[in-house]
């Protein structure tokens, strides 16, 4: 309804000469209708300051056109939807019959129920500040890499947020149609795995191993990076490796059974998939192609102590590609992986889900791909995210996931059982387990992914408070709950225009933001819009049952409530489906 708003809106508009004697283009409908948005719910507002606005400056920004403000009065006359439109400073106001638009946004919702929010045309043209010009958006071919631990290493904390984040990200490509690869990027080479198997012949127990494979791999981790002793000898271990030393494999080849093993358990607990796993060591440049276009480009640079660098210096970069053995560094492989998946995947746009401190290693990828010739988009080829302070693997300083997710387990379990009416699940435990991701995912995307973060454990005591995954899946279950309790069917042809209210219409209101929230979340590659849309929801949801009951009322009036409430179920269930949580239906 909000998108079909939009366009009348904005054909009216132009169609009425609103914009005078200036060109706006044959496609000014349509790039005006993404400006026009959903006024902000205001419980406070004692008048009805109208459901929709259009900001002069970005309108005339954008469009190159200015809006004559005079005309608009004049030409946009009341209608059996449109009311009233007025100017107040820089904002024009659409006032739009109550009764059509609560009818409008509830018969859109029920109609397109799994894609409502995510087939708006919000989505599919795109205004670029850079360029200052407009963009139609396709199906787009995209490529995920997300997750990417090394092996030989317990999942902890800091490795949440790439997961989680990369999740989000496919998902809600995947909503909008776009074609999706989503990848997880092992790091199985390096330095580090020799490392870690001299420090295993030194510090390993056979039998800790096969008790608590990664807790003990990492307890070795922490002791060989102690021991200077060791250094050399890692080095020698791993240049062996790469040189294609049988016993070295053998040696490599178990830790990552073991890692992929141990890692497969936890993103199974987490509800996390890929649909590739590609590993470091697959991507080892070995008389490549890639050398060979460094070469060709005269990008390669041999120095005095015989490593072999890259130099761009329009970019003033340069660094080194391969050691004086021969060895090579994560940038080298890097570089492979993303010359191959650009040619296996031909993909439109590619996304690399990593912690800030990365960046600097990025524009060094990302610069040396396009000097040798490879097209990559320019839209946000990293997405970065703020580190967990205090998480050193090298050093031991780590919070395991798994002790994590057991605590939020226990405390969802806990505040489930303490609930005044609680309803018996056939399996309370995955309940429960969904009800503990729900509460380490809304805590961590309430907030700008790019802040870095404390870990405390009191956060965790508190992930079931207000405002929380729990309070989401709570609200959702009670929808669920109300209608299969309210002792009413539900009518998708109810008299809605009984919902005349201002608490229903606030409701409503709302729900058609739903997309707005979508298309925040989509030009940022942030979920945070989404969960604060979605907090704000059910705040408003908590409110109207408080006040609008449903069972006991006259039928037409409780018909048309039930209506109302499941719209507000379905919108939020979309909102936990795209940021990777399963909704409840019974808590």
Known sequence: MAEIVRRKLARLLVNANCFGESSIGSSAGDRLATLIRCTEVNKSAKTDRGQFVLKLDECNRKLQSKLNVDHIANAMRPNDWLEGVDVVKDKVLFRLNR??????????????????GFN???????????????????????????????????????????TILGSFVSNLYQRLGHQVTRVNYLGDWGTQIGLLVVGFDKYGDARSLEENPLTHLMQVYVKANQDEALREEALKFFSALEKGDARCAQQWRTLREISLRELSAMYQRLNITFDEYHFESDFVPRNSLLRGLLDEKGLLKRREDGTLCVSLPEEKMEFTFLKSDGSSLYIARDLEALLWRKSHYDFDRIHYVVDQSQSDHFRQLVATARAVGLTLPTRQVLIPFGRVKGMQTRTGRVQLLADILDEAERIALANMRGMK??????????????????????????????????????????????????????????????????????????????????????????????????????????????????????????SCLHSLYVKGEEKDVAQARLHLFRCARLVLSNGLNVIGLEPLEDL
């Open 99 to 116: 009764k059509a638009f609560v009818k409008g946004v509830l018969e859109h919702i029920s109609e397109h129920s799994a894609t409502f």
């Open 120 to 162: 708006s045309h919000l989505n599919r043209t795109t205004y670029c500040d850079e360029q200052r010009s407009w963009k139609e958006i396709g199906t787009l071919k995209v490529l995920v890499e997300f997750s990417s631990p090394n092996i030989a290493k317990p999942f902890h904390y800091g490795h949440l947020r790439s």
């Open 421 to 542: 009416v609680r309803h018996h699940h056939q399996d309370e435990a995955a309940v429960t387990r969904i009800l503990a991701r729900s509460m380490l995912i809304v805590h961590d995307f309430r907030e700008q992914p790019i802040r870095e973060r404390d870990f405390r454990w009191e956060h965790i005591m508190q992930m079931a408070g207000a405002d929380s995954g729990f309070s989401l899946q709570y609200c959702h279950a009670r929808l669920c709950n109300l209608e299969r309790k309210c002792g009413v069917q539900w009518n998708e042809h109810a008299s809605v225009e009984l919902l005349g209210g201002d608490a229903e219409h606030q409701l409503v209101q709302l729900l058609a933001r739903f997309d707005e929230a979508v298309h925040q979340s989509f030009s940022s590659l942030s979920p945070h819009p989404i969960v604060n849309y979605l907090i704000k929801l059910s705040h408003q949801v908590n």
